[in-house]
């Protein structure tokens, strides 16, 4: 896989072969129940980066269409896409409606660029953002949507709304703890009050700046780590990169795996 040099993501990458390498194959594991849906379906990767959940996540569905916003980001997404023929990149930013948006980079973490309406303008581009909704066919069962886009989540979500009410897909999400207000973040509520639950990764170790994250790569490599997946009756604040929600509708399929 090309990868940024000395970039957050592209450091684990180099070292463990994926980013979050255990959480993607815990939470499949978890979802095993909706493989067979799955095979048939199409998933949308929103906050792609260069690629790396969507290559992993193109095994189980039929299409991924992977989104990112950054043109070089998306240059390295095509690039390592370009052998997995059911993976569509798209060169856009996930919003609730079609604009053109600022993107602030993290020169230390490409992956953390983030949407912002405060910027002076430095280290800074304009890109195009536009819903799911426009983004995918009606007649398309979209049974898995991934967020990972640096608080952008709410904008995107509501930008699918159609999606969710026609499909119920199953919403991977990132939450940081600066995101929550009070007991749970926009994006939970927003979720929550649609009939969603919430179910968490649980694990010992985890790290968000580069130097404490290559401390955390050898402790792995040495010692591994446990890793589970169980169900939040509420979501206490706090940063989770991979939180799974899934409508009510498919609890039962979820119980009887």
């Known amino acids: 896989m090309i990868i940024y040099a000395n970039d957050f993501v592209g450091n684990e990458i180099t070292a463990l072969g994926y980013y979050e390498s255990e959480e993607l194959n815990v939470t499949m594991s978890f979802l095993a129940p909706f493989h067979e849906r799955f095979l048939k379906s199409t998933a949308i990767d929103a906050g792609a980066n260069i690629g790396n959940h969507s290559i992993f996540f193109s095994r189980y569905f039929e299409k991924i269409i992977a989104i990112e916003p950054h043109p070089t980001t998306f240059s390295l997404l095509s690039l390592n896409s370009r052998f997995h023929s059911n993976i569509i990149p798209k060169n856009l930013a996930c919003s609730s409606s079609e604009a053109t948006l600022e993107l602030v980079e993290d020169q230390a973490n490409m992956g953390a660029s983030k949407i912002s309406n405060i910027s002076d303008g430095t280290g800074s581009i304009n890109i195009n953002a536009k819903p799911i909704d426009s983004i995918i066919d009606e ?3 979209v049974s898995m949507i991934k967020l990972d886009i640096e608080g952008h989540e709410l904008e995107a979500l509501w930008g699918s709304l159609k999606c969710i009410e026609r499909h119920r897909p199953i919403i991977i999400i990132e939450q940081r703890e600066d995101d929550f207000t009070e007991n749970e973040t926009p994006a939970i509520t927003f979720l929550r009050t649609r009939g969603y639950h919430f179910f968490a990764h649980k694990k010992g ?26 169900e939040c009756r509420s979501v206490s604040k706090g940063f989770y990169p991979m939180l799974i929600a899934i409508h009510q509708e498919h609890i039962i399929e979820l119980n009887n795996r």
């Open 139 to 141: 007649t398309e069962d």
């Open 205 to 230: 170790v985890h790290a968000r700046s580069s130097i404490t994250h290559g401390f955390q790569i050898i402790f792995e490599l040495i010692f591994g780590r446990t890793h589970r997946v169980s």
